[in-house]
């Protein structure tokens, strides 16, 4: 069985600019969720998301959103890029979400200039 | 390889050693709990996991180990080997939550 398939691997984007990050979860997974990864901050959490609505919602500013496909495929968006937004994007699949091992991809690596 | 995190607590083995991997969790209402090994360039990989309804769950190598009483997590790897070498992250979630807070990691060299 494929594993959590993210794409693309590598990134480079400015301030002010936007980004689109894609997630394939696992086949048969209905629930994703996504975490930003840094050295200072370590994993948190952004989003989960279960049949196409967002069930979570982290901490972070509104400029990070999401969306689910019906096939469970996910992406997010981060607008008006900041300095801070530079970080490993990490999406997790399970199947539906709650108390259950989460599987991750190998995450984005977005880095902005 | 990417650094996972810069200053990370750093435990030393020696091949065929024993590993003991501590985690501290704060919130009382958790009542799941994940450990995860990520290797430089990788995406963290589930180990094992355990509900609050246990203390002791074991794997292959591996060993979960959860104190309610002290909110403590451990993670006991048998006979351990250069490949095991990684950041290994604890992680705590609760009923409906549908969300991990991870830990901060611990990372794990094993000398050859």
């Known amino acids: 069985k494929a594993g959590v398939t993210q794409t693309p691997r590598y990134l480079i984007k400015t301030r002010g600019q936007q980004v689109t990050l894609s997630c394939s979860p696992i086949s048969g997974h209905r629930s994703v969720s996504w975490y930003q990864q840094t050295p200072g901050q370590g994993l948190q959490f952004l989003f989960e998301y279960f049949s196409e609505t967002q069930r979570n919602k982290g901490n972070f500013p509104g400029r990070f959103s999401g969306r689910q496909f019906s096939n469970s495929r996910s992406e997010m968006n981060v607008s008006t890029l900041e300095l801070g937004d530079s970080a490993l994007y990490l999406c997790?699949?399970?199947?539906?979400?709650?108390?259950?091992?989460?599987?991750f991809g190998d995450g984005t690596r977005l880095s902005i200039l | 390889g990417e650094s996972v995190g810069l200053h990370l607590p750093t435990l030393s083995v020696q091949e065929g050693d024993n590993s003991i991997i501590n985690c501290a969790y704060s919130n009382s209402a958790s009542d799941y709990f994940i450990w995860y090994k990520q290797e430089s360039g990788k995406g963290p990989q589930f180990i094992i996991d355990i509900r609050s309804n246990m203390d002791k769950r074991q794997g292959q190598r591996v060993t979960v180990l959860l104190n309610k009483t002290v909110k403590h997590l451990s993670l006991q790897i048998a006979a351990t080997q250069p490949g095991d070498s990684a950041v290994y992250f604890c992680a705590e979630g609760y009923t409906g939550r549908r969300a991990l807070t991870f830990g901060s990691g611990t990372r794990l060299q094993v000398q050859p």
């Open positions: 997790a699949s399970s199947l539906d979400g709650s108390n259950q091992p989460q599987h």
